[in-house]
């Protein structure tokens, strides 16, 4: 009786003590994951396709006629689900809503390398510094928390699947057919993967394999007929040579911790031919050496590479392969061949090779350790003013359409129509009396009154009031009506003429009766493309105890510092407070 006791006891123990070592690991992969761009999550914001394509679309036609409209050639099964769900969350929480399930993805990622199922690669540290490398190589911003780049995470998903072990449970087994079914909807790579199922399906015969390569086989078939029908978007030329793709090739794969901007000196461009020697001989080496798992993943990283040179989409005209040199264009396409060069170069250092293999192998990873550690924080794109436009949207009435600035450029813009089923979120605070005084008090402060002689006007005026065009209003004949309780939302662009080239405004205010207002620089080109001068549109709002019922008349003001003078617009807009 005691000696069961005790082997209970132990096996209590055992079990509280992996429950700890599992929610210690669990709380490191939130702390990486949050760490690395804190403001996906703190002030998400819609980034490219996210929002111009994936969510307009289902908000615009629904859930049904946008789930499998094609993309550049091909379905996006996985965003278009997400977008789908978003419809049933407001617009204000629609951004995180996406940056939370990406980042998921990669979390779960993560902890499938870690897991049992993969034992094969080797032992638990091996893993978990496999996970890490996965997580925190530098120059992923590209893939990083975005919906519309899961696809590349969902990839590396599917291939774990494909090589691990088998499932224990029913959970874990149709965990894998439902992740492989949406993964082979989700971009081209079912159809690069295809290769690896077939491998695995012959290496390790058995149902589980077998099916794999049906379901994944599948998708790769309904992907390429896609692609055959609709064809890849229209772009430059390739602007292949073999020097340049020796030099991409060591830029990205070979020597990835480099500073960005990237301009080799004469020295790195002289050793690039041994670079890349050595590189594609080290690599050989571990093929040769290589357990059947790290074949696997060199040879997908090599599909990848081969496809993703073949027929990448970096720019829309030009050549492609010269600007896959710039950081930041086409980071995507060397995520998952980087990710696989690091693991084999980790996977040397944990074999009982001879001590100088080892001893290189500790060398370049302690030099990518560095590197991951030294760009940790990865780069955040300006702000849009995100709640600015949710709040603007809100007011819209049933059937009018907004556009949205979208990360990361100006050309990025979505256009969403206010439906009666869309949900309304004010959020608390965001839109706060800001910076009023008296007009007085601040004519008083300025350098240059509004109105000198010395003083030229500002060109621009106001373009939207609350979401809505002006067309016509806002005159003092058809002033815009706003109602007193949400305030008025003034939209437009000012810059100083004085000087060719024009100069967006430093500060911009509306004065209101006797009150003046602050107003935001939005940090973009114009929306509306009236000029294109970087700061040249602004935002003020205007909140409810600075109007008053009736109409009344706008003032936009600027202030320019490098001559500390203040212009003034030469548009009147007048509103009428309704209460």
Same mark, same amino acid.
């Given at each position: 009786?005691?000696?069961?006791?005790?082997?209970?006891?132990?096996?209590?123990?055992?079990?509280?003590?992996?429950?700890?070592?599992?929610?210690?690991?669990?709380?490191?992969?939130?702390?990486?994951?949050?760490?690395?761009?804190?403001?996906?999550?703190?002030?998400?914001?819609?980034?490219?396709?996210?929002?111009?394509?994936?969510?307009?679309?289902?908000?615009?036609?629904?859930?049904?006629?946008?789930?499998?409209?094609?993309?550049?050639?091909?379905?996006?099964?996985?965003?278009?689900?997400?977008?789908?769900?978003?419809?049933?969350?407001?617009?204000?929480?629609?951004?995180?809503? @996406?940056? &939370?399930?990406? /980042?998921?993805?990669?979390? !779960?990622? %993560? +902890? *499938?390398?870690?897991?049992? =199922?993969?034992?094969?690669?080797?032992?638990?540290?091996?893993?978990?510094?496999?996970?890490?490398?996965?997580?925190?190589?530098?120059?992923?911003?590209?893939?990083?928390?975005?919906?519309?780049?899961?696809?590349?995470?969902?990839?590396?998903?599917?291939?774990?699947?494909?090589?691990?072990?088998?499932?224990?449970?029913?959970?874990?087994?149709?965990?894998?057919?439902?992740?492989?079914?949406?993964?082979?909807?989700?971009?081209? @790579?079912? &159809?690069?993967? /295809?290769?690896?199922?077939? !491998?695995? %399906? +012959? *290496?390790?015969?058995?149902? =589980?394999?077998?099916?794999?390569?049906?379901?994944?086989?599948?998708?790769?078939?309904?992907?390429?007929?896609?692609?055959?029908?609709?064809?890849?978007?229209?772009?430059?030329?390739?602007?292949?040579?073999?020097?340049?793709?020796?030099?991409?090739?060591?830029?990205?794969?070979?020597?990835?911790?480099?500073?960005?901007?990237?301009?080799?000196?004469?020295?790195?461009?002289?050793?690039?031919?041994?670079?890349?020697?050595?590189?594609?001989?080290?690599?050989?080496?571990?093929?040769?050496?290589?357990?059947?798992?790290?074949?696997?993943?060199?040879?997908?990283?090599?599909?990848?590479?081969?496809?993703?040179?073949?027929?990448?989409?970096?720019?829309?005209?030009?050549?492609?392969?010269?600007?896959?040199?710039?950081?930041?264009?086409?980071?995507?396409?060397?995520?998952?061949?980087?990710?696989?060069?690091?693991?084999?170069?980790?996977?040397?250092?944990?074999?009982?090779?001879?001590?100088?293999?080892?001893?290189?192998?500790?060398?370049?990873?302690?030099?990518?350790?560095?590197?991951?550690?030294?760009?940790?924080?990865?780069?955040?794109?300006?702000?849009?003013?995100?709640?600015?436009?949710?709040?603007?949207?809100?007011?819209?009435?049933?059937?009018?359409?907004?556009?949205?600035?979208?990360?990361?450029?100006?050309?990025?813009?979505?256009?969403?129509?206010?439906?009666?089923?869309?949900?309304?979120?004010?959020?608390?605070?965001?839109?706060?009396?800001?910076?009023?005084?008296?007009?007085?008090?601040?004519?008083?402060?300025?350098?240059?009154?509004?109105?000198?002689?010395?003083?030229?006007?500002?060109?621009?005026?106001?373009?939207?009031?609350?979401?809505?065009?002006?067309?016509?209003?806002?005159?003092?004949?058809?002033?815009?009506?706003?109602?007193?309780?949400?305030?008025?939302?003034?939209?437009?662009?000012?810059?100083?003429?004085?000087?060719?080239?024009?100069?967006?405004?430093?500060?911009?205010?509306?004065?209101?009766?006797?009150?003046?207002?602050?107003?935001?620089?939005?940090?973009?080109?114009?929306?509306?493309?009236?000029?294109?001068?970087?700061?040249?549109?602004?935002?003020?709002?205007?909140?409810?105890?600075?109007?008053?019922?009736?109409?009344?008349?706008?003032?936009?003001?600027?202030?320019?510092?490098?001559?500390?003078?203040?212009?003034?617009?030469?548009?009147?807009?007048?509103?009428?407070?309704?209460?």
């Amino acid at each position: 009786m005691a000696s069961g006791h005790a082997s209970s006891s132990h096996v209590h123990e055992k079990r509280k003590y992996e429950a700890l070592v599992v929610a210690a690991g669990l709380a490191c992969l939130v702390v990486v994951l949050f760490s690395r761009s804190p403001n996906l999550l703190l002030r998400a914001r819609f980034f490219a396709e996210d929002g111009q394509l994936f969510y307009q679309q289902a908000h615009e036609l629904g859930i049904a006629h946008s789930l499998l409209r094609p993309n550049a050639g091909y379905l996006h099964l996985f965003p278009r689900l997400v977008a789908g769900l978003s419809l049933f969350v407001p617009l204000f929480y629609v951004p995180l809503f @996406f940056n &939370v399930v990406a /980042l998921t993805v990669q979390g !779960i990622t %993560a +902890v *499938y390398l870690c897991s049992g =199922r993969m034992r094969n690669i080797g032992p638990l540290p091996l893993r978990t510094a496999a996970a890490f490398l996965y997580l925190g190589l530098p120059h992923i911003g590209e893939v990083w928390g975005r919906l519309t780049n899961s696809q590349w995470h969902l990839a590396v998903l599917s291939f774990l699947i494909l090589i691990a072990a088998p499932a224990q449970s029913r959970l874990g087994t149709w965990f894998d057919r439902i992740v492989l079914a949406v993964g082979a909807l989700t971009g081209p @790579f079912s &159809v690069l993967l /295809l290769p690896i199922a077939i !491998i695995a %399906a +012959v *290496y390790r015969r058995g149902a =589980r394999t077998i099916t794999n390569l049906v379901i994944l086989g599948a998708g790769a078939a309904v992907q390429a007929v896609t692609m055959l029908i609709n064809g890849r978007p229209e772009t430059g030329k390739l602007g292949a040579s073999f020097p340049l793709l020796l030099n991409l090739l060591v830029r990205w794969l070979f020597v990835t911790v480099l500073p960005n901007p990237w301009h080799p000196p004469q020295i790195f461009t002289d050793i690039g031919y041994v670079v890349f020697v050595a590189g594609v001989a080290a690599l050989a080496w571990i093929l040769w050496k290589g357990s059947f798992e790290v074949r696997c993943a060199l040879l997908f990283g090599a599909i990848v590479i081969a496809a993703s040179l073949a027929s990448p989409l970096v720019a829309t005209a030009g050549d492609q392969w010269p600007v896959m040199l710039n950081m930041g264009a086409g980071e995507r396409y060397w995520f998952i061949p980087r990710v696989v060069a690091a693991v084999a170069g980790l996977w040397v250092v944990a074999q009982p090779f001879s001590k100088w293999a080892r001893a290189a192998g500790i060398l370049v990873m302690a030099v990518l350790l560095l590197f991951c550690l030294k760009g940790w924080p990865i780069a955040q794109w300006p702000g849009i003013h995100f709640r600015t436009y949710v709040h603007v949207f809100n007011q819209l009435p049933i059937g009018a359409t907004l556009r949205v600035p979208v990360e990361p450029t100006p050309s990025w813009t979505m256009v969403i129509t206010k439906k009666p089923l869309d949900w309304t979120y004010h959020e608390d605070g965001a839109f706060t009396d800001g910076e009023i005084e008296p007009v007085h008090d601040w004519l008083s402060r300025q350098p240059a009154a509004a109105g000198n002689e010395d003083s030229d006007p500002a060109p621009g005026g106001v373009i939207l009031v609350n979401g809505g065009v002006l067309d016509g209003t806002g005159t003092a004949v058809a002033p815009v009506h706003v109602s007193l309780r949400t305030g008025a939302l003034l939209e437009g662009w000012a810059v100083s003429s004085e000087s060719a080239p024009l100069k967006p405004m430093d500060e911009m205010y509306a004065v209101v009766s006797d009150r003046v207002v602050k107003g935001d620089q939005l940090p973009y080109t114009g929306l509306y493309r009236n000029i294109q001068v970087e700061h040249a549109m602004y935002m003020v709002f205007l909140p409810s105890t600075v109007l008053h019922t009736g109409p009344q008349e706008i003032t936009i003001m600027g202030r320019s510092r490098s001559d500390n003078k203040l212009r003034i617009c030469g548009q009147r807009l007048y509103i009428y407070g309704d209460s």
